[in-house]
């Protein structure tokens, strides 16, 4: 959020710039343009802006940088890193980027950087019936330009651009193997879907924990949760234990338990 002076100091050099939004925005590299015209009425209506903000977010600050990080990470999709975190809506998310990092989305627009899985998925909606690939382009944050080369480059430029009956034989090896990728990415998420409900049931953490911060008893604890859903070397991988940390940390748990025990 910004600050009373930072607000005040916007409000001032919109003014002298003869209320031009952009003008004002670029100089100073925030707000949005729809917070300072929020500001700007604010201003006109009581001739001040107010001191303290009206409204606590139920987010925390590091909630919202979680957020903002994972959005920018995985290819500036509003709708993927709500879907991966489970909060918030796509106006505060906006809002949070604007905010956290001004200016940011349309600098790191043109130099996007996908996973070569996050382009299968985008491949993937390429050729779905009916797919307005304009609109598809200006979801994932890429260019039409970008989605039609990342078809040619992956696909081949003589792969067809639309699926039809006479070329379904060519594209039969193909969609076996984007089946095999789309399984391994299910999987994928599952785990990091797992991994995160159980740090909430288990450790009691909140929404839009980061897993790599949890102390390596409480990884230990995580992965003992899991194993009979997901195998030991998966775990481990994406919570970034070593297996020696992992079997020392189950030693000292099993200490504690039977000291418990012995207590009883």
């Not at 707000?31 to 700007?40: H, Q, V």
């Not at 067809?160 to 391994?184: A, D, I």
């Not at 999987?187 to 288990?202: N, W």
Request: charged content about 30%; aromatic content about 10%.
């Amino acid at each position: 959020m910004f600050s009373h002076e930072e607000r005040v100091k916007a409000i001032q050099l919109f003014l002298k710039y003869d209320c031009s939004y952009a003008a004002t925005i670029h100089k100073l590299g925030y707000p949005s343009r729809g917070a300072l015209r929020k500001w700007y009425k604010e201003y006109l209506i009581s001739g001040e802006l107010h001191q303290k903000h009206q409204k606590k977010s139920k987010y925390s600050e590091e909630q919202k940088q979680v957020a903002v990080n994972h959005y920018f990470e995985y290819g500036q999709c509003y709708a993927r890193t709500i879907r991966m975190l489970g909060y918030p809506n796509r106006e505060s998310l906006r809002q949070w980027c604007e905010e956290l990092a001004p200016g940011a989305r349309k600098l790191r627009k043109s130099a996007i950087k996908l996973t070569q899985n996050q382009k299968d998925d985008v491949l993937k909606k390429f050729y779905k019936p009916q797919t307005n690939r304009k609109s598809l382009a200006e979801a994932e944050g890429i260019s039409r330009v970008t989605l039609y080369q990342w078809k040619n480059t992956y696909l081949g430029k003589d792969f067809p651009l639309h699926m039809t009956s006479e070329n379904q034989g060519t594209q039969k090896e193909v969609l076996l193997k984007e089946v095999e990728k789309l399984q391994e990415q299910v999987h994928q998420l599952q785990l990091e879907k797992a991994l995160l409900e159980g740090a909430a049931e288990l450790l009691k953490k909140g929404k839009g924990i980061n897993l790599l911060h949890l102390t390596n008893q409480e990884k230990t604890r995580l992965i003992d949760a899991l194993r009979n859903q997901f195998k030991l070397k998966e775990l481990l991988q994406q919570l970034q234990l070593s297996k020696s940390s992992y079997f020392y940390q189950k030693q000292v748990l099993e200490k504690k338990i039977n000291i418990l025990k012995n207590d009883n």
